[in-house]
């Protein structure tokens, strides 16, 4: 697949995943009451060297409607460069964690990097996506794995070190490698996961450096066949 391709593939996916979405938050019952979006870097570019991959966007924003063009509107990497949009916050906790754990080995694959939810509706913690209904967080689910595909990356990174919430969303052959990092498979495509740079301690000093030779030792290496 080209990128022209590409662009018109994932376009086609994201009036899916609209539409979807929309209903979710109009139907008469089991309504979704939170707001939702995909992608958290620009995503324009056919097979890039890393997908980064959260469980669900942190926040407590209600409902509203979208459209395709809404859910890809970040025009800025933040896992790199501070967006327009943080000018006058002083705050780089993403961006500084980012750093602690992807050095000068492992940046490049932060600059050709994608990063999107595996759930779209956001919540103020990972604890009340158990309250969102079945059937919105399968679909979610089901059309992250369909995009993977579509988008082809080179390597996969989950930001989740709980096994059970890897293997509720389709990680299956989990196993931990060490220094915080684990492997797994998910959907015939191996993938790492790594704690979130939420959990600071985990990210910074010691740990960060280990978790980052760890990354260096698997994810670096030429991809294995499942």
Request: charged share 30%; net charge negative; hydrophobic share 30%.
């Amino acid at each position: 697949m080209n990128n022209e391709n590409f662009i018109i593939n994932k376009n086609q996916w994201l009036e899916e995943v609209c539409t979807r979405c929309n209903h979710f938050g109009t139907r008469e019952t089991e309504k979704v009451t939170q707001d939702f979006y995909i992608f958290q870097t620009p995503c324009n570019t056919y097979e890039p060297e890393l997908l980064i991959i959260g469980i669900n966007p942190g926040g407590n924003s209600p409902f509203r409607e979208r459209t395709p063009a809404e859910l890809q509107s970040y025009d800025v990497n933040i896992l790199t460069d501070k967006p327009y949009w943080e000018t006058d916050k002083g705050t780089d906790v993403i961006r500084q964690n980012f750093k602690r754990v992807f050095d000068q080995e492992l940046e490049p694959l932060l600059n050709d990097s994608v990063m999107m939810n595996m759930v779209y509706f956001n919540t103020p913690t990972e604890k009340e996506l158990d309250g969102l209904p079945q059937d919105a967080t399968d679909f979610c689910r089901t059309k992250t794995i369909e995009f993977i595909e579509i988008l082809n990356p080179r390597k996969i990174i989950f930001l989740t070190s709980f096994e059970p919430k890897l293997r509720k969303y389709g990680v299956t052959s989990i196993d931990y490698l060490g220094c915080q990092v684990r492997r797994g498979v998910l959907n015939g495509r191996e993938i790492y996961a790594i704690p979130h740079y939420a959990y600071y301690d985990t990210w910074k000093g010691e740990k960060g450096r280990l978790m980052s030779e760890k990354l260096k030792e698997t994810i670096l290496r030429d991809r294995i066949e499942i």
